[in-house]
């Protein structure tokens, strides 16, 4: 009998454990924006070779557009989650998630022209051209899970 009650204990424990594990690794993990932005300015920083008062004056200016693009392009987020989550959607909600992407698109090109103005008055043309190669790499990076890039860190040994 107690041979029995341990194993239906066992088993129990096992299921309840791995039903707790399941639920976990489905949950998202949260995404920490302040590190983020701490890493990506430092990134951008570094690689572009600001200097102080070029960071002071440029580095809000960054974080403000890119604020700007995050909220334009959350509606075109939302209808693409959303319609990626029916089995079958309708044309007329596919249209209308394209037509709202398309939309940002658009509008997040009109917030690009006009901080691209902004930061043509603080960085030198040379400086500007390796702001946008640096921000293309850092997204590279953080895409793959690193934040940084591994010259950034030979640079700093």
Do not use: W
Request: hydrophobic share 35%; aromatic share 12%.
């Amino acid at each position: 009998m107690n041979k029995l009650f341990f194993i239906t204990f066992v088993a129990c424990s096992v299921a309840i454990s791995a039903s707790a594990y399941a639920q976990k690794e489905k949950q998202r993990p949260h995404f920490d924006k302040e590190a983020y932005y701490a890493k990506r300015n430092a990134y951008i920083t570094a690689e572009v070779g600001l200097t102080p008062q070029e960071a002071a004056e440029f580095i809000p200016l960054c974080n403000e557009l890119q604020e700007k693009l995050f909220e334009v392009g959350r509606e075109c987020r939302k209808l693409t989650r959303d319609i990626g989550q029916e089995k079958d959607g309708s044309d007329a909600d596919y249209l209308k998630a394209i037509d709202e992407c398309v939309n940002v698109n658009m509008m997040q090109a009109q917030l690009e022209l006009e901080y691209y103005e902004k930061f043509k008055k603080i960085l030198s043309p040379k400086k500007l051209y390796k702001y946008r190669r640096a921000e293309g790499m850092f997204a590279r990076e953080f895409m793959k899970g690193g934040g940084e890039n591994k010259r950034t860190e030979n640079k700093k040994k």
